[in-house]
Structures are given as C-alpha cells and as structure tokens.
C-alpha cells in the first residue's frame, strides 16, 4: 500500500523522528508483505524515504547484474516524469560514477550539499538544470552478506547538509529497505518464473491436443479403410510441422524459444489467427540480462497480448508479427498486430500490473514484461501504426 493511501495516517501521526522513522519501516515492511510486485515495492520504498526525511523525492536504484556495473532507477516518489525518462535511457549513473555509483561502489554513505557546484554530478548537469531538488543523499543498500545491491536517493528542494541525525535514521531505513528489496525481487523472480512454464506447459498441453485430435482422425480413416486420404492427411500435417518448424528455427537459435515460438504459431492457427516471425528476424543467443524463462515471458506475453487483439477482426486483419533483430549492442523484440489499437490514456497505462481491457485478465501479464525489461535495463515503446493496431518495440542492451 502506498504510503500516501494508509500509511500517512500512520506516519503523520507520528510524533518524534523515532516515531516516523518507526512508521516508515512499518509501511515498508507492509509493502513486502503484501507481496506486490518488485518494483511497486521500491515506489513504497522511496515514498517512506521522502516522508521520513520530510524530503520532495526520492529514488532506487538497483545494478542490473551482480557482476555488471549498470545500475537503474526501479522506484522513485515525486521524480518528474522527463527526469525519471532521462535516467532510465539518456544517461544512466553506473558503479563508480557520480554520487549514486560511488556510493554503490563503495557502501558509503554520501551526500551532495549543492548539486549546482559538485563536480562529482558533471554528466548530468543538463539533466539537473531542469529539476527543482538542490541536495541529495545517497544511501547504499547493503545485504548481510555485504553485497551491495543499489542506492536509495533522497532528493530536497533546498541546499545544506544533511545532519547526522538524518544520516543514522535514513541509514536504519536503508537497511531495512535493503532486505525488503531482496525479498521482493525473490519473490518477483519466482512470479516470472511460474509465468514462463505456465506458458511453455500452455503450449505443450495445446500441442498434445492438437496432435491427439489428428491421431484420432488418422486412426478413423485407417478404421474405414480409407488408407489414401490418411496418407494425405499424414503427409501435410508433416509439411506444415516442417514448414513451420523450419521457418522459426533458421533465425531463431535459443531451442527453448523456438519451440515455443512453433507451439504458439500452431495455437494461434487453429483459431484462424496467421501468428508470423518475419524473415529479417536473427537471434543467435539472448543477452546476459535475459533467461530462457524470461524470453518466454517477454515475448510470449506481448504475443498474447496482440492475439488477444485480433481474435475479434476480420479474416484480414487476424494477423501477429514478430520481428527479433540482432544489433551491435541490443537485442530489439517488435511484435505487430493488426487489431483495433488502444486508447492514449490506457496506453500510458498498459504495463502497470492489474491494468487490463479485458474482463477477466489479471493484468499481470504485461507488467511481468515490464519488470523483466527494467530488470535488464532495456526500453519499451508503443507505437500505433497509421494502417491500425498496435506496435510493441522492447530494446534490450547486450
């Protein structure tokens, strides 16, 4: 639960800095127990934060890997959209550098008292120019085993230091905030991880249908003696595996995603809907931000996704393209649908969790796709084609 639904009448309530520091790790530790999702939990994280040190914002930022040096904004209170976007995209801070990535590298604490005259925050000068916070402090979040798995930010409006009050109180929080984290994303793991055999088994148990279906229609034309058209019958349904089977398999090399792929092109026929992996498309190996698992929930949800979109079009306009391309430095997943499109305002909406059109769905799914391309420190863009539907566009750095 937010801290600005429930947890204020806690907080606000509170009389003494012990009392809030005590209300804002009770609302965090509310949060996790919860179980939402990973990076709802670190917006609660960063709303805590903010009110604990009477701040305007705050954020967190977690390494994308253990051993890489990437680090990304994953929950943030009160960030202008513009700068949260920038971070996310433009010029994201990494282990070692600025004030963040020294405080990551190093498990210290630090602050910055001026942000217009520490040399410290160069990169990001034209970013700050546009923002109203002056000051900041920088909190690393260390597990009990001294890993060091980000930063939790407090941004304030004003220039000074931060006391050493504010320091031991944000410090206590940090660390608390440090081990939700950690359950949090254990558990948010485990959700992707259920989602992509939920998938995979999906397909696997339409296949077994599939093919039962046919093996009883063979064993009936051999019971009637009609031995030719079994024969036939036979024959195109290892055509059109083949066929198939081979158009995904010459441009996609992950086996796991590739069957996948094959199984979900068949489901999608048998209700009348043409599911395509374009012809440019090429993916020798996936990048080291993303699992087998985490493919199949990537792709296989927007697919869904788009499917669910056209099940209702007419015979032309039942069609799903897939494009996965190779580049130097990220792997780029398009997925293309023919459908009615959506509204702007859902749109902007579409990949929070419980957010969906139809009646019925947990709007897990797309939020899933989310989670697992911030994870990876990649980008999502919709587009809506001017000859109608939806285009999905995930970049994911190598």
């Known amino acids: 639960m937010h801290v600005s639904e429930t947890a204020p009448r806690t907080l606000s309530d509170a009389a003494s800095s012990a009392d809030r520091q005590l209300a804002a790790i009770m609302a965090v530790s509310r949060a996790v127990a919860e179980g939402g999702e990973l990076d709802e939990t670190l917006d609660h994280i960063a709303e805590a934060s903010a009110y604990l040190a009477g701040a305007n914002a705050a954020a967190v930022f977690l390494r994308t890997s253990e051993s890489g040096d990437g680090l990304a904004l994953r929950g943030q209170h009160g960030l202008r959209p513009e700068f949260r976007e920038r971070l996310a995209t433009g010029l994201p801070p990494r282990v070692g550098e600025g004030v963040t990535g020294i405080a990551v590298a190093t498990g210290e604490i630090l602050a910055s008292e001026d942000v217009r005259r520490d040399e410290r925050l160069d990169p990001w000068r034209d970013v700050l120019a546009h923002e109203t916070f002056r000051s900041f402090i920088a909190l690393p979040l260390i597990l009990h085993d001294g890993r060091v798995i980000g930063a939790l930010l407090v941004y304030r409006d004003e220039t000074g230091i931060w006391d050493e009050q504010e320091q031991v109180f944000l410090a206590a929080l940090a660390d608390h905030a440090a081990i939700a984290t950690r359950t949090a994303n254990l558990l948010d793991e485990t959700r992707r991880q259920v989602e992509g055999l939920s998938l995979l088994v999906r397909s696997l148990r339409a296949q077994g249908h599939e093919h039962s279906n046919r093996l009883h229609t063979i064993y009936g034309l051999l019971t009637l003696g009609e031995v030719e058209q079994a024969r ?6 290892e055509e059109q595996y083949h066929s198939s089977y081979a158009h995904v398999t010459a441009r996609i090399e992950n086996p796991v995603l590739a069957g996948f792929l094959v199984a979900e092109a068949g489901i999608a026929r048998l209700s009348g809907i043409e599911l395509r992996v374009d012809r440019r498309s090429r993916l020798t190996t996936l990048p080291g931000g993303l699992s087998d ?29 897939l494009r ?16 009615p499109g959506v509204d702007p305002a859902f749109e902007r909406r579409m990949f929070e969790a419980h957010t969906s059109t139809k009646e019925g769905h947990s709007g897990i799914g797309l939020a899933l796709v989310r989670g697992i391309v911030l994870r990876a420190n990649g980008t999502i863009a919709v587009a809506r084609p001017a000859s109608g539907g939806l285009e999905v566009t995930v970049e994911v750095p190598r």
């Open 324 to 339: 996965i391309l190779e580049r130097p430095r990220s792997l780029s997943i398009v997925v293309r649908d023919r459908g």
């Open 293 to 321: 698992l985490d493919a199949v929930t990537l792709v296989g949800n927007l697919l869904h996704n788009a499917v669910d979109a056209v099940s209702e079009m007419p015979a032309g306009r039942r069609k799903v393209t």
């Open 232 to 237: 036939r019958m036979i024959g195109a349904v």
